[in-house]
Each structure stands twice: as structure tokens, then as C-alpha cells.
Nanobody, 125 residues
Framework: QVQLEESGGGLVQAGDSLRLFCSLS????????MGWFRQAPGKEREFVAG????????WYKNSVKGRFTISRESAKNTVYLQMNSLKPEDTAVYYC??????????????????WGQGTQVTVSS
């Protein structure tokens, strides 16, 4: 059974940093892409960052480029999202997701097969 579990969220001030973790288990297929998405109250879920597990290529939402970094550690089956220079508009529940695919990377959340339960990130001004 595939399981994704996020952790690392919290309450911080604008300009601070946080590192999110996504622990993976049961992913016996390959290749796949991993994505971080977020959803703020009253808004749609949106793509934040993604990575191809085998090659390590990365993709980012424009507004987080230069501030956020996605990475993965195969030995620990973990995906990270390092978030620096946080802004109040980064406040949301952050979700980790996995997509089985041989195709191009997608930022569409409805194409992802597996999801974690989410972790809250709150940035105060």
C-alpha cells in the first residue's frame, strides 16, 4: 500500500524558513514524479514544486522560484521542500503527491495518484 506522510509545517514569521518532509512507503513502481502542492482557505489546490524521482529534474511555480528548493533522498525514501524567505501568501496546507508516469511532468493536481494528509504552514506578517 502506497503511503505518503508530510511533516515539518508550523507557524513562522515572514522571512523565516521551514523544511517540509514527505516520507514515502509502498512505492514499488518506477518511474514516478513527486510534487508539492498547497491549498489556502477558499482557494484551489495549486502546484508548488516537483521532481522526477529517477533523474532529479525539478520544476517550480514562478512565485517560489529562488525561494523554495525541492530535493529527494533515495536512501531514505524522502522528498524535501526547503522554503526560505517565507511570505504571508505562502500560508496554506502543503501536500505531497506521487504520480506514476513515463510521460512529461505535469503540474495538474488531478493527474497525481497518491497524496499525503497535508501539513499546515502559517506565515505571519
Amino acid at each position: 500500500q502506497v503511503q505518503l506522510e508530510e511533516s515539518g509545517g508550523g507557524l513562522v514569521q515572514a522571512g523565516d524558513s521551514l523544511r517540509l518532509f514527505c516520507s514515502l512507503s509502498g512505492l514499488t513502481f518506477s518511474p514516478y514524479h513527486m510534487g508539492w502542492f498547497r491549498q489556502a482557505p477558499g482557494k484551489e489546490r495549486e502546484f508548488v514544486a516537483g521532481i522526477s524521482w529517477t533523474v532529479g529534474n525539478t520544476w517550480y511555480k514562478n512565485s517560489v522560484k529562488g525561494r523554495f528548493t525541492i530535493s529527494r533522498e533515495s536512501a531514505k525514501n524522502t522528498v524535501y521542500l526547503q522554503m526560505n524567505s517565507l511570505k504571508p501568501e505562502d500560508t496554506a496546507v502543503y501536500y505531497c503527491a506521487a504520480r506514476k508516469t513515463y510521460g512529461v511532468f505535469s503540474t495538474s493536481f488531478d493527474l497525481y495518484d497518491y497524496w499525503g494528509q497535508g501539513t499546515q504552514v502559517t506565515v505571519s506578517s
